[in-house]
């Protein structure tokens, strides 16, 4: 068994040694261009090179949660390409949203103004019936961040393509529930994976349906934004502010607004990273599982797009 590793932007090594030392029967070594075919690839934006030059591979591992960068490229129609399930994100995903709605909740921004200005100062106690925080995405991860949310006692709502039914979770679905949880939710954060049918749906229409004073926390993908109609609705008093991860340009230019808007906080893209020796034990074992015959979970649909 051969298995190749291809990032784009992180060294490999540290991965190589890992697998070989989880799979000591198998060959792992890292893509070079003319690399000997591989029966698995552990990848991380790789380039279309790599998957022309890799016909004969069965299995694509992605480490990212989001496998919108893969389907970008023309993969073979047999290539099954293979999502991490969890891999210790989820955990940390739940705390950078409880985090970011805690810290709009408790106005904690305009606490640390006053700090710094020296000024000692009291704020009006909000009420958590008052600020619905609505989950738009509801796989492992958002799954996990509504669950989280509830122990602070925020009334939860959820959204997602599909039905789901999730205690104590206020849930939509479908078209044709999208303006009845927005209508719903105070504070949005967005989950969903990246596809043709979500880029650009948290614009000027579907954010201007939250309730007066709304707020974002966008920790999916920054071409779900359109970030002019973001701050217009900012500017204008609609929204009271967004916390973002994700960005369209990543690293965000320097010259960007966001960077300097008062009711903006940014972070670089750091929600949830991916833990290397859970995502190798995961990867190592759905290998093994695949070698036995067996079904595993997080098998991409090309079609729905995760």
């Given amino acids: 068994m051969k298995i190749t590793i291809c990032f784009a932007s992180l060294p490999p090594e540290p991965w190589v040694q890992a697998v070989q030392q989880a799979l000591p029967q198998a060959q792992v070594y890292p893509w070079t261009p003319g690399a000997p075919q591989a029966d698995h690839a552990i990848v991380w934006a790789p380039p279309q090179q790599f998957i022309d030059e890799q016909s004969g591979l069965q299995t694509l591992f992605n480490i990212g949660a989001g496998v919108d960068a893969l389907l970008q490229l023309r993969l073979p129609a047999s290539l099954k390409v293979v999502r991490l399930d969890d891999a210790g994100m989820s955990v940390q995903m739940a705390e950078y949203v409880c985090h970011a709605v805690i810290r709009h909740f408790r106005e904690f921004d305009a606490y640390d103004v006053d700090t710094q200005a020296g000024k000692w100062s009291y704020r009006k106690p909000r009420s958590r019936a008052e600020c619905a925080v609505g989950v738009m995405g509801l796989g492992v991860l958002g799954e996990r961040v509504a669950k989280a949310l509830q122990v602070f006692e925020f009334p939860v709502n959820g959204y997602s393509r599909s039905a789901k039914d999730l205690p104590g979770i206020r849930c939509f679905s479908g078209p044709e529930g999208l303006p009845q949880f927005l209508a719903a939710t105070r504070v949005l954060v967005n989950l969903m994976p990246l596809t043709h049918e979500t880029e650009n749906m948290l614009n000027r229409h579907s954010l201007g349906q939250l309730q007066s004073g709304g707020y974002l926390i966008n920790v999916a993908r920054g071409k779900h934004l359109i970030e002019e109609d973001l701050i217009e609705l900012i500017d204008s008093g609609h929204l009271a502010g967004a916390t973002l991860d994700?960005?369209?340009?990543?690293?965000?230019?320097?010259?960007?607004?966001?960077?300097?808007?008062?009711?903006?906080?940014?972070?670089?893209?750091?929600?949830?990273?991916?833990?290397?020796?859970?995502?190798?034990?995961?990867?190592v074992?759905?290998?093994?599982?695949?070698?036995?015959?067996?079904?595993?979970?997080?098998?991409?649909?090309?079609?729905?797009?995760y």
């Fill in 246 to 283: 994700v960005f369209r340009t990543e690293p965000l230019p320097a010259e960007h607004p966001f960077w300097q808007h008062p009711q903006i906080t940014v972070t670089p893209h750091t929600s949830a990273r991916t833990l290397r020796e859970e995502s190798i034990a995961q990867i």
């Fill in 285 to 305: 074992g759905k290998i093994l599982a695949l070698q036995r015959g067996e079904a595993i979970n997080g098998v991409v649909d090309p079609q729905r797009g």
